[in-house]
């Protein structure tokens, strides 16, 4: 029962921080055309905050493996209030970027140290499950972002940002006061030790390290599959603009229609899923899904047939990012801290060279962001198929009867 509402405060943590990276998409470009800005200033908006997520999810994670899960998340849990509020200030462009890159700092410790909790606290037969809880709780913050983020910038741009900034002190409060530590002191001790040593190194070369370890294909995937999901989600709002004529409204129920989806793939299936097939068959259906859901989504010319051709997209791909993550947690031989920082590592460095791909793409051919990101997914299936059963711990499946 203990464990179920400790699931609970981080499934309500991650909601609220992603509501917040959730209203940005849909509001984000109508920010930019306010201040007289174009394409590539939406551009870098998107990936300063991917790149200072890369440089600090890491440092957080090991953070979090030496000092405890619990204030690290508080860590994160506040950046995250303070980042919004300023975003929900600003009157000038620069401010948005030190908003955008604040927060990419703070709030990058909540993820990884979430993700590191879960480790903590679940058998491996669980953890898929309980990484699927996450990701689900992800989706629910990007239903609930777009949606209030659409319809309360009708009244003011800044709005749903002040909200944002409230419930992440709501957030603050319960984890303070209802959060037990995860890491007794013993592991802290352990932990911090084996961390010393590698905490001189440049985050580049524990990167580079970590890829000729038990983990580095996955790491690499985790590029991948942030690489190609940001060639969809860094242009979605212009591309919803140019082809549709939508709005801010419009592009956030589509996007509301997204999370629901993806919470409920991610929360209902992942864990029985990963008990019955194991991560490494799920991945890589939903690498070869995802490709395709890509590729047909070029083809909807209406409201409808864009939720069916999206629709299918999500259903492949929402399982994709809490498979690789668990993939990961089972075959990290550290910290777990220190593996779900190099996997958000990872994943933010896709989203750094992402929406620069998809802008410069964009401006060539609307399209091409879309067909790219169907090229990606399909070489990432196709390594798959190659080197992912090559770790040196074999995953396999657990029967369903247990």
Known sequence: MSNRRNIGLLFFTLVVVMMGFGMVIPILPFYVE??????????????????MQFIFAPVWGRLSDQHGRKP?????????????????????????????????????????????YIGDSTS???????MGIMGAAMGVGMVIGPGIGGWLAARSLALPFFLAAGLSLVAL???????????????RREMGETAVSGSFK????????ALSGPIGFL????????????????VFGLYSLQRFDYGPQQVGGILMFIGLLSAVVQGGLTGPLSRRWGESAIIKASLLGSAIGFAIMLLA????????????????????????????????????????????????????????????LFDVNIHWPYLSGAVVMLVGFGLCLRFLDRAREVETAVPVSR
């Open 124 to 130: 491996e037969e669980d953890r898929g499950g309980g």
């Open 173 to 187: 409060l319960l984890v303070w006061w209802l959060l037990p530590e995860s890491l007794t002191a013993e592991a």
């Open 301 to 360: 010319f209406n409201l409808a047939t864009i939720l069916l051709t999206v629709g299918f997209f999500i259903i492949s791909n929402a399982m994709l990012r809490p498979a690789v993550s668990s993939l990961t947690s089972r075959r990290a031989r550290g910290g777990q801290g220190v593996a779900m920082g190099l996997n958000n590592s990872f994943m933010s460095l896709g989203r750094i060279v992402g929406p620069v791909w998809a802008g410069f």
């Open 72 to 116: 690290i998340l508080m860590v994160g849990i506040l950046g995250n209030a303070i980042a919004n509020l300023l975003f929900g200030l600003s009157n000038q462009l620069w401010m948005l970027f030190a908003a955008r890159a604040l927060a990419g700092i703070l709030s990058s410790a909540t993820l990884p140290t979430a993700m590191a």
């Open 202 to 209: 440049s985050q580049f070369t524990d990167m580079w390290q």
């Open 219 to 234: 790491l690499l995937l985790a590029f991948l599959v942030s690489f190609g999901l940001t060639n969809f989600e860094s």
């Open 34 to 51: 306010q201040f007289n800005a174009g394409g590539s200033a939406l551009g870098l908006l998107m990936a300063v905050y991917a790149l």
